[in-house]
C-alpha cells in the first residue's frame, strides 16, 4: 500500500467518514463565541474569544441598553490533493447580546481588539449625586 489511502482500507475511511464531510459546513452556518463579564473598581469589562476573526468582521453597537456583538468569522480552503474527513472548527456568522447593568454609562464604551479577543470596558457611572445637576429655570 506504501502509505497511500488506496484500496479496501481507503476506501473503508472514505465510505466511513463519507456522511461527516458536509456536517461542518452545516453548523457552521452560526455560532456563538465564547465570553466573560467581570465587575471592576470604576468599570464593567465584558471579553469575546474571536480567534480567527478578522477586527473589520466584527460590529459592536448599543441600542435600548443592550449592546451587541456581531460580525462574520470567515473560512476558505482549498481542497487539491485534501481530503477533509471532518472539521471541528466553527465559522460563520455570530451574535451575542449583553444588557448593561442600570449603572452602566452608556456614553462611556470604549472597544479593544488584540489577539482574537474583543475587550468592550463600559464606565460605571457615578453616584446618583454626581449624576444629578440643578436646572435653570427661565422666566420672561
Known amino acids: 500500500m506504501g502509505g497511500q489511502m488506496g484500496g479496501p482500507m481507503g476506501n473503508l475511511w472514505s465510505n466511513l467518514y463519507q456522511p461527516l464531510r458536509g456536517f461542518g459546513g452545516k453548523l457552521a ?3 456563538a463565541p465564547a465570553a466573560d463579564a467581570v465587575a ?7 471579553n ?18 443592550v ?28 451574535e451575542r447580546s449583553f444588557r448593561l447593568p442600570s449603572d452602566a454609562d452608556p456614553e462611556k464604551i ?3 481588539f ?12 457615578g453616584p446618583p449625586s454626581e449624576r444629578s445637576r440643578r436646572i435653570e429655570i427661565r422666566t420672561g
Open 29 to 31: 452556518d452560526w455560532f
Open 40 to 46: 471592576g473598581e470604576g468599570y464593567y469589562e465584558i
Open 48 to 65: 469575546v474569544e474571536l480567534p480567527g476573526v478578522a477586527p473589520e468582521d466584527v460590529d459592536v453597537a448599543l441600542h435600548e441598553n
Open 67 to 94: 449592546l451587541t456583538v456581531k460580525g462574520e468569522k470567515r473560512f476558505t480552503r482549498t481542497e487539491e490533493g485534501r481530503s477533509y474527513f471532518f472539521s471541528e472548527r466553527s465559522y460563520g456568522a455570530f
Open 110 to 112: 470604549t472597544a479593544d
Open 114 to 125: 488584540k489577539d482574537g479577543v474583543l475587550t468592550l470596558l463600559i464606565a460605571k457611572a
